[in-house]
């Protein structure tokens, strides 16, 4: 191999040349808000290359949504009330209405990071959100990946797994943003921008 296109292969890989793109993979919880989008967005000022966003959303499971819905009566309002059977809760009606809440929040989001001055396009997933997130980095060449989850507690602890699954399984960096908090509020406490 001769120097010139061994010089040529490692300025192709220079995120500061403008030369090809920097692609970027989002796991995120729920549609993205606008300050969202601009601190993402924030995040690859400086690269001169061509920056695209690829957003994977979870859909949510249907049938766990009515379990856990049914798991917040108390045992107190469980004898109280009349028993309601699983076959009473239209379990299709609820899937198209998580499907059709995550095409929202999917479209939301990539109007908030197209408004923040992002390319971007999406996917809604079924499959398990870290396998999804490695197979959306292997197949885009992603360079990074990026997971917001929502900023509350009981989120935080079940998330923060999404997070350290993927630090071990992917070959890029990971950073884990809360949603709908900024930079500042991030770094006073928890994972957030700190735990990169």
């Not at 809440?101 to 079924?126: C, K, M, Q």
């Amino acid at each position: 191999m001769s120097e010139s296109s061994s010089d040529s292969s490692a300025r192709n890989e220079r995120i500061d040349d403008g030369v090809g793109t920097y692609d970027v993979v989002l796991l995120v919880e729920q549609a993205m808000s606008s300050a969202d989008a601009e601190q993402v967005r924030s995040l690859h000022e400086d690269i001169a290359d061509h920056v695209v966003y690829h957003v994977l959303l979870p859909l949510e499971d249907a049938s766990a949504r009515v379990e856990a819905s049914l798991g917040t009566l108390g045992a107190g309002d469980v004898m109280a009330a009349p028993a309601m059977a699983m076959s009473d809760i239209d379990i299709e009606a609820v899937r198209q209405e998580c499907k059709e809440r995550s095409e929202r929040d999917l479209e939301a989001t990539l109007t908030a990071l197209r408004s923040a001055g992002g390319d971007a396009a999406g996917t809604i997933t079924a499959a398990p959100p870290v396998d999804a997130l490695a197979r959306k980095v292997e197949q885009v060449d992603g360079r990074e990946a990026i997971i917001l989850t929502r900023p509350h507690l009981v989120a935080e602890f079940f998330h923060l797994d999404w997070t350290s699954r993927a630090r071990r399984k992917l070959g890029v960096p990971v950073l884990h943003l809360l949603e709908h908090e900024t930079f500042s509020e991030q770094a006073g406490g928890g994972e957030g921008v700190t735990g990169a």
